[in-house]
């Protein structure tokens, strides 16, 4: 991995200066660890939450949203939940599978959605039903305890269940990533909003996690709060993510992450350290130049046993210095921005006293997917399957229960919103092929051009910023698109990612092709991300109606195509060329 963004190394005074707290930063401090007002609010008969119980609603892992294609004025809102699973590394064991299937049918609206920090997203849950559907995630052994909110997130890691090549230690990791980074004290307020109380589902920490946790009692890493030594009382600033991966496999988007690591192992497998990158995120606001997508700035090299006390300390520093007066300025990568990884790296001494070297040499990055068929380990196979756009629903759900029930697989999602059946026994094959051929998928390896890695996040008609579509039209955008690549007769697959606004949950500004919503059937055009995904995409034009894509396109894939498409990705053809000429290429604005 590389990072493309330049830091300003200015120094700055190491402690933000004191100032009165934000209505959200007091709603959370007042929250009683993310209890209240939401527990006086689940058992009225009103269909909706107020704000302040939505904003705490969020950290148990929901979002209130509303039916647009429903709306009529002066009639109430068609008001409904989403809710969103914390899977570590996209694990999902068979009976957490096969319960929030059979939530989604009888409580939702009969649809799963993979995302793309591998979890699911379960949508249309009524109000009255919630505590119901949360509590049966819990009781089978799920979470959505921080899937939102300002706290850390699900944690990635490469899907594939491999037992070679460090991949069983970095699934590891970030499950201890994942325990380590929960919340204490919002834990026991979680399980009392969802499952009476019930403790035994209480995540117990133990080996390095729980030596990691008992350094957040004490130093700087504490926060004062002895309930919530790490986080404190009013948790983060911003939304926090960390992915984990292997040298080499860039499927978890590693630099849009704000810590991304990259574990090496010895040839026995044994954890020897890792690669450290911070201050990655996509969010941006439209004509708001302050915002912006960044990759992340390398951090160096720390050995294998001081990986947990790190990343905690990371996030202590961001506790302690991330922007709590504007939520657009909120998150580390403009901490690293303004401040510089310099200021970043001296500053993190005071919570972390440990070496930090300079980074190991790693191989080019390769957007792994894992799909078709592939060994496990001996006498076991997984297989990957496209899902474009994440959605399962109709015969693709019901068939996939099906398998899923009948040879008790476990499931795992991918950031690229694929999904694998893993733990199929040789002798099963046969009959999982089957399975699979019945439900039209007879060639998983070979998803069509452009819809092997193409993302687009969900937008209308729930998502509540959304300007325009994303999810609903990716397919006819995907078909277009390799239509007019196949009458220009090019071959190379590019990375085309959608998003109906500028929050950039598909990462579209890694893309070769990036579309971002900016008004009704109108998007921002990015250009130039690396197929890799190492090297940001740029903006070119503001609008572009999807009417006009394919003779918006159409001069610079000619172009591309007459120079060597066959030698080059697109993504690195428009890096080279640059923006005066990719310009001369695209109509005027």
């Known amino acids: 991995m590389s990072s493309t963004t330049v830091a300003d190394s200015t120094s700055l005074p190491s402690a933000p200066p004191a100032s009165a707290p934000t209505r959200q930063e007091a709603l959370k401090a007042g929250s009683g660890h993310l209890h209240d007002p939401l527990a006086a609010e689940l058992d009225n008969d009103l269909p909706s939450f107020s704000e302040p119980a939505v904003q705490i609603l969020k950290f148990h892992g929901s979002y209130q949203q509303d039916d647009r294609d429903k709306r009529r004025k002066g009639a109430e809102k068609d008001w409904q939940m989403m809710l969103r699973l914390r899977n570590p590394g996209g694990r999902v064991p068979a009976p957490l599978y096969l319960a929030i299937d059979a939530l989604a049918d009888r409580l939702g609206n009969g649809t799963l959605r993979i995302t793309t920090r591998q979890a699911f997203q379960m949508h249309g849950v009524a109000k009255a039903d919630l505590k119901e559907v949360i509590g049966g995630i819990v009781r089978a052994l799920g979470s959505t305890l921080a899937a939102c909110g300002d706290i850390n997130r699900n944690v990635m890691a490469p899907a594939a269940p491999f037992e070679r090549d460090g991949y069983p230690e970095a699934r590891l990791l970030a499950d201890r990533i994942a325990d380590l980074l929960t919340p204490q004290a919002a834990e026991g307020s979680y399980l009392d909003l969802w499952v009476d109380g019930d403790l035994s589902y209480r995540i117990k920490p133990r080996g390095p996690v729980k030596k990691a946790r008992e350094l957040q009692e004490n130093g700087a890493v504490f926060s004062g709060d002895a309930a919530e030594p790490l986080y404190g009382g009013t948790y983060l600033p911003r939304k926090f993510k960390v992915a984990v991966t292997v040298p080499g496999d860039n499927s978890v988007d590693l630099l849009t992450q704000d810590i991304g690591l990259v574990l090496f192992t010895d040839p026995s497998g044994r954890p020897q350290g890792c690669n450290v990158y911070v201050g990655g995120g996509m969010g941006r606001t439209h004509n708001k130049e302050e915002t ?155 998803p069509s051009l452009l819809a092997r890695h193409g993302l687009a996040c969900p937008a209308l008609p729930l998502c509540g910023l959304a300007i325009t579509e994303a999810e609903r039209i990716f397919p006819t955008v995907v078909e277009r698109l390799e239509a007019l690549l196949e009458r220009l007769e090019i071959t190379r697959p590019i990375l085309v990612r959608m998003t109906g606004c500028p929050n950039g949950c598909a990462r579209p500004y890694m893309a070769e092709i990036g579309l971002v919503g900016s008004g009704v059937d109108t998007y921002q055009l990015w250009l130039g991300g690396s197929h890799g995904l190492t090297r940001l995409a740029r903006p070119y034009l503001e609008k572009v109606a999807l009417a006009d894509l394919e003779t918006t396109l159409e001069p610079l894939l000619t172009a591309w195509r007459d120079t060597g498409a066959k030698r080059s990705r697109f993504g690195d053809f428009i890096e080279a060329i640059g923006p005066d000429q990719v310009s001369q290429l695209l109509p005027s604005p």
């Open 292 to 446: 912006f997508a960044r990759t992340a700035d390398p951090l160096g090299y720390v050995a294998a046993g001081q990986v947990l006390e790190l990343v905690q300390a990371i996030v202590a520093l961001q506790r302690d210095h991330g922007d709590r007066q504007q939520r657009r300025h909120a998150r580390m990568k403009y901490l690293l921005h303004d401040r510089g990884v310099d200021w970043f790296r001296a500053e993190l001494a005071r919570y972390f006293p440990h070496p930090i070297k300079g980074l190991r040499r790693e191989p080019p990055s390769v957007l792994t997917d894992y799909l078709g068929w592939h060994r496990q380990s001996p006498g076991l196979w997984f297989v990957g399957l496209p899902v474009l756009c994440g959605r399962l629903r109709g015969d693709l759900k019901q068939g996939l229960r099906r398998l899923v029930e009948t040879y008790q697989l476990e499931v795992r999602l991918t950031p690229n919103q694929d999904l694998l059946l893993c733990n199929i026994g040789t002798a099963q094959r046969a009959s999982v092929r089957e399975g699979l051929a019945a439900l039209g998928i007879t060639s998983p390896e070979a």
